[in-house]
């Protein structure tokens, strides 16, 4: 048992080391090759992006509020929707180092990452606080993604959408390195997570309050989850 806490200690010491130094590679260079990227998150006039606005059901002129979890330094949500009040909130457990990170390299975004962890959004937010929670390529990172999934759909409002957007079975892909701990697949059309020692049909568990849609695509190497809150 201390053995497997200790390696468990040290995956965890490895992946926010490497986590840190590739988000310091991509500020520092203003994105690399991505540079299109870098100046969409960064800008604060960026729209909202279209596969986001379609499933949100909202009348115009609506404030629409959005959680984006693991959103990194930068959120990847567009910041401005026409005809909309759109306000962003981005979480990450590693919002201290980024904050660091860009000041480093005279950054200062327009919506600002604070700490926060998926597997305690009910403790931060509250119950059915946000029109959509997003989550993009991060679930597969925490330390429990059934919990961290179940609590992005209590903390969404009835009717509301929680989006993931994740490689498929990336801890394997990985050899589970670092922060790749656990995998994230479609099965039966059902969405699954899994690591070494344990499956959970994550679809079976929201059964009961939650709709979940599972979209494959890049010839299934990238997946989308829908899980939409049902109402009353």
Known sequence: MFFAKLSKFFQKSNGIAEEVYFWRQWLVTRGGQSTEEFQFRYAADSQLQGHIREVLLMRAGATVNILDVGAGPLTYLGKDWQGYSLQITAI????????????????????????????????????????????????????????????????????????????VNEAKAQNFQGFHQWNLYCQDGALYVGNRTQTINVSQCLASIADVETRLFDTGIWMINLIRKRSG
């Open 92 to 167: 990450d457990p590693l919002a201290e180092e980024y904050d660091k990170l860009l000041e480093q390299c005279q950054l200062t975004p327009s919506v600002r990452t604070q700490k926060g962890f998926a597997e305690q959004l009910v403790a931060q937010f509250g119950e059915n606080h946000f029109d959509l929670v997003h989550a993009r390529n991060c679930i597969d990172h925490s330390d429990d993604p059934c919990r961290a999934i179940q609590e992005m759909v209590a903390v969404v409002k009835p009717g509301g959408v929680v989006y993931m957007h994740h490689s």
